[in-house]
Nanobody, 116 residues
């Protein structure tokens, strides 16, 4: 039922910015937590930032002060990424964890490449 589609990835230089978007469709029930994960080649998928349906946000230590997560009333989620570093290079995935019924949904991912 639920579909997540990411957009906004691309190629940027170190210190640059990108804004990722996640469009959610289908029957999404509150409470839930939406989050951005990233995965680099050969590495595990890691949580970057999350935001609950109550508006509470959490960030990985590596992105604190640089990234900002947000969501709107239509369950669209965003990740503003500033001061990008080469180590931010990864595929970024949109995720929603629904509490009841307990479900876990993933988008297809969008590539972010930070290089000079």
């Amino acid at each position: 039922q639920v579909q997540l589609v990411e957009s906004g990835g691309g190629l940027v230089q170190p210190g640059g910015s990108l804004r990722l978007s996640c469009a959610a469709s289908g029957s999404i029930f509150s409470p839930n937590i939406m989050g951005w994960y990233h995965q680099a080649p050969g590495k595990e998928r890691e949580l970057v930032a999350s935001i609950s349906s109550f508006g509470i946000a959490n960030y990985a230590d590596s992105v604190k002060g640089r990234f900002t997560i947000s969501r709107d009333n239509a369950n669209q989620m965003y990740l503003q990424m500033n001061s990008l570093k080469p180590e931010d290079t990864a595929v970024y995935y949109c995720n929603i964890k629904q509490r009841w019924p307990m479900e876990d949904y993933w988008g297809q991912g969008t590539q972010v490449t930070v290089t000079s």
